[in-house]
């Protein structure tokens, strides 16, 4: 219950912020943006000590390496996320956008316009840069913003917050538009979870474990993100040389996110001419194969189990099945795929078509990669996270995502008759 | 357990005609429509006839007039069922519309095409002409639908749901397009709520009880609508007879409905003014006023009490407070509104200019009564609900509130570096 009222008396006073910081005009808001990003700079000696103090409990906690490297800051990742929030600058503010206004006959004057969603949660695991990533996107869209790291960053994240707070003081704006949840029980991210009064919206960015309870547990609506089992279909008209880049690219470019590929599917012609010469590529790289029978017998592989299709590995691994045609391989990604990228690779007008009509998911590629799902390459030049549900946002997030509109309606006495 | 399993096979059944439905051209869901509208008439007989069996029912129940009445069917309101479906044919059909596309400098072509959501699911009471009116919005953009309406008019909703799959079968679509949960366990609707696999979207049409139920205990994605305190501000600056025509209408036009206003604000200086008119003005159309001490100063009324200003009466009941300025009436709303509908009258540009913003709400008006929150009114020429969450839809939703994108991207070969 102390847990509960801690949590809430978060979110009333990061509610009380929301309204100032929705008024908050563009120039204020990047004056607010640079601040935070010289103050970072200007106080990497304090946030590396905190930073240090986790990092050391975190190696007698064994945390695993790659743990310890997510958490670990250094002064040039500083320098980094400063240059995040000093490019938010020079990104279009969406907040007043008026999107479409229309009169209707009775001389109602009717426009649609954006504004902040008012506060947003952000739940994640112990990775400090999400901390000023995150506050940096939510303030551009004149959000609040509450966040929820990992128990293992909390000394790191006091810091970055104790340092973003500075700016918004010294520019006479509430400090409460940032605001670190600094109880790490489990019970101060449910009741986050249950906090519909003060939060608009909670985004969880982190693991797959994570994302599923926050969406199996939270009364707040939520903007699922991230788990991608993703596929290259190869078909038989393929380009042999093309079909072999984009697979070897989405599988080894970087194995270990959300828009790498989980699964080849060849089609069956094809397959006895590519799937050597990939098999010969991957093993270059230490990809381990799980092959259908099919693929077996073509290359050597360790059989794949029903399990294999529906795994999002994260890591140097890849289910290769052989379907019979473009069909078979819609019908596999539409079953086993988790709506995130999906590529078809072909030389065939119908079958391109086909794929992108029939597949779905945020993203259907012809001929590319699916590694592009980002809000970067996608020219959003921000991403609050990769979103894998239907509602509000789907696909790569930019800051249009951490918005919502209003109706506003001018009226001359009109009535309803 | 086994009512999860009938749920989870409705479920199963509704997601695979999914793709079928996404894929069907404009015209053939036209066709869809019309033949829908015109087997409801033809079939009116027997509709009728299961419908007397619900409001048999209903009576020995005792079920109250308001909702014996919401529940009964006459040849009427069959035509007005077959008439809504018929105007679903002039709308113009969001699936396909590519909103956006962009060439990025890797040449990659990156285009936001609208698609439908796929498994739309609907609880709702026992209003038979919602199952019409939901099945036509939900084929119309190409989703299948999961009806779960209230027990008292299950016979009804047989008969109706019976009609319409006709139309499917007659045009060789999948008749579980349209499926109803016929089991009226409460476990039904909570089976429903964790359907995840199979449901997209869970949109509930109903009073406050039902949306609350839904909002806490769905882990699907839920859109909620409906629940509106809705506020009138009456500014010093207004003009007295537009104010008192603005104020009436909101309260009186039609009590019952979410964006009917339930507390009027007056500026303190106007007060001894306009209130007197509208107390006269509500007297004769029977409303009952509840003031806080200083209107009932001024004219009869009850004393207010805090949950006056928290309440949405939907009946002829009216929560009257005088307030010192613009900005006393903008935290009132802000503190108790619902985020519905909130409408300033004023001939001052500074106030309204500063309602329209200050206002969190879906619609803000500015001299216009509330009444117009309404999909028709807005010129959408469909609604299937008003949404009071800012996630995905806000206000009246039309067609488009029942789809979202998917990106497509047409690439020559493009890896990431």
């Not at 800051?73 to 990104?91: H, K, Y």
């Not at 995150?134 to 790191?156: D, R």
């Not at 986050?192 to 985004?203: F, G, H």
């Not at 391989?329 to 007008?349: L, P, Q």
Request: neutral net charge; hydrophobic residues 40%; proline residues 4%.
């Amino acid at each position: 219950m102390e847990i509960a009222e801690y949590v809430a008396e978060i979110g009333r006073r990061a509610k009380q912020t929301a309204p100032i910081l929705a008024r908050l005009s563009s120039t204020c808001k990047n004056q607010l943006l640079i601040k935070m990003a010289d103050y970072l700079v200007a106080e990497s000696e304090a946030i590396l000590a905190a930073n240090r103090q986790d990092v050391e409990q975190g190696k007698s906690k064994g945390l695993s390496a790659a743990l310890i490297d997510r958490l670990t800051l250094t002064p040039q990742r500083i320098q980094g996320m400063a240059e995040g929030l000093r490019t938010l600058v020079s990104l279009e503010d969406p907040i007043g956008k008026v999107t479409g206004m229309w009169k209707r006959p009775n001389g109602l004057e009717i426009g649609q316009q954006r504004v902040p969603l008012g506060v947003v949660g952000i739940i994640y695991e112990a990775r400090p840069n999400v901390t000023v990533d995150a506050a940096g996107l939510t303030l551009k869209t004149g959000n609040a913003v509450i966040l929820k790291g990992g128990s293992e960053a909390l000394h790191s994240n006091q810091a970055l917050v104790g340092t973003l707070r500075k700016a918004l003081a010294d520019l006479e704006l509430p400090e409460d538009a940032v605001i670190l949840v600094e109880r790490t029980e489990r019970e101060a991210a449910t009741a986050l979870m249950k906090l519909n009064q003060y939060l608009d919206v909670l985004i969880p960015r982190g693991g797959s474990g994570l994302i599923r309870a926050v969406v199996e547990n939270s009364t707040v609506p939520v903007i699922e993100t991230g788990v991608g089992n993703c596929h290259t279909y190869i078909d038989g008209d393929a380009e042999l040389e093309m079909a072999r880049r984009i697979a070897f690219n989405a599988k080894v470019h970087r194995p270990g996110v959300c828009n790498a590929m989980e699964t080849l599917l060849v089609q069956r012609d094809i397959a006895p001419r590519i799937l050597p010469l990939l098999a010969e590529d991957y093993q270059k790289a230490g990809v381990e194969l799980r092959g259908c029978p099919e693929t077996c017998r073509l290359i050597a592989a360790r059989p794949a189990t029903e399990e294999d299709w529906a795994t999002e590995y994260l890591d140097l691994i890849l289910a290769v099945k052989i379907v019979a045609d473009v069909h078979e391989a819609i019908a596999h990604i539409n079953r086993y795929g988790t709506r995130h990228s999906e590529c078809i690779v072909t030389t065939s007008y119908a079958k391109a078509r086909l794929f992108l009509a029939e597949i779905d998911a945020a993203a259907v590629y012809v001929n590319a990669s699916t590694r592009f799902t980002d809000g970067f390459e996608f020219g959003f030049g921000a991403e609050i996270g990769i979103s894998t549900q239907k509602l509000h946002a789907r696909g790569p997030m930019g800051l249009e995502a951490l918005t919502t509109i209003k109706y506003i309606i001018y009226g001359d006495g009109q009535i309803r008759k």
